[in-house]
């Protein structure tokens, strides 16, 4: 069975201090990473695929790295408006769907 | 706006009664899928379906039932409600098959309350 787990499950920083999420997954041949970010009460918004061990994506202050066992946010000079929940995801062989971790609750004080 | 329609927003309702949520996939999408998510749980999968077809299911009671009609908008049927059944109830799409590994589309969601 897919898993993944998500640490630390609340993360608080101050504005300009840089941090990493944690992303370990256990999955029957990965197809995929995903990294969403949650607003409270909106529904989750797509940040980043990843595929393969060793790629890595950014966008902004995010920067997505994935490894054969784990993945990791790396968020740099977060700005008060990445407060939200960041959820992992993983897709695995066959028809599986989506199987989420519990998410990583950030707030970023000013 | 992610182009998922989810109606209503919110929805509060007796113990013992029936609900249905509603939901529009992207346009182009044929994959849907039905989430549920509680403070302790976490997104929890329910059912997919691709193109009118039920394609997949997860932890979806037998009180809770779905379908996708023709015109790709989906129903999520939610009978006998309990109070543990309170949550967010989420609607994705996908423009991939069973099969390929595409990210999906959320909704903006249905906060049902039970009371």
């Known amino acids: 069975e897919d898993q993944v787990t998500q640490s630390p499950e609340a993360l608080r920083l101050q504005e300009g201090e840089s941090s990493s999420l944690n992303c370990s997954y256990t999955?029957?041949?990965?197809?995929?990473l995903f990294w969403y970010r949650q607003d409270p009460g909106k529904g989750p918004e797509f940040l980043f695929t990843?595929?393969?061990a060793g790629e890595e994506k950014e966008k902004e202050r995010l920067k997505a790295t994935l490894t054969k066992k784990e993945s990791f946010l790396h968020i740099t000079a977060p700005k008060p408006e990445d407060s939200a929940t960041y959820l992992c995801?993983?897709?695995?062989?066959?028809?599986?769907?989506?199987?989420f971790g519990k998410g990583t609750r950030l707030s970023v004080i000013a | 706006d992610s182009g998922v329609t989810q109606t209503p927003k919110h929805l509060i309702t007796a113990t013992g009664q029936r609900v249905t949520l509603r939901c529009s996939p992207r346009?182009?999408?044929?994959?849907v899928y039905w989430y549920q998510q509680s403070l302790d749980q976490g997104l929890q999968f329910l059912i997919q379906?691709?193109?009118?077809?039920?394609?997949a299911k997860g932890n979806i009671l037998e009180r809770f039932s779905a379908q996708q009609f023709p015109d790709l908008h989906s129903e999520l049927n939610l009978s006998s409600l309990e109070l543990g059944d309170s949550a967010l109830y989420f609607c994705?799409?996908?423009?991939?098959?069973?099969?390929?590994?595409?990210?999906?589309?959320f909704g903006s969601g249905t906060r049902l309350t039970v009371v």
């Open positions: 995801a993983v897709r695995g062989s066959g028809n599986t769907p989506l199987v």
């Open positions: 346009s182009g999408d044929l994959s």
């Open positions: 379906y691709y193109n009118g077809e039920e394609r």
């Open positions: 999955v029957s041949g990965l197809r995929g």
């Open positions: 994705a799409s996908s423009v991939a098959s069973p099969g390929q590994a595409n990210g999906y589309t």
């Open positions: 990843l595929y393969s």
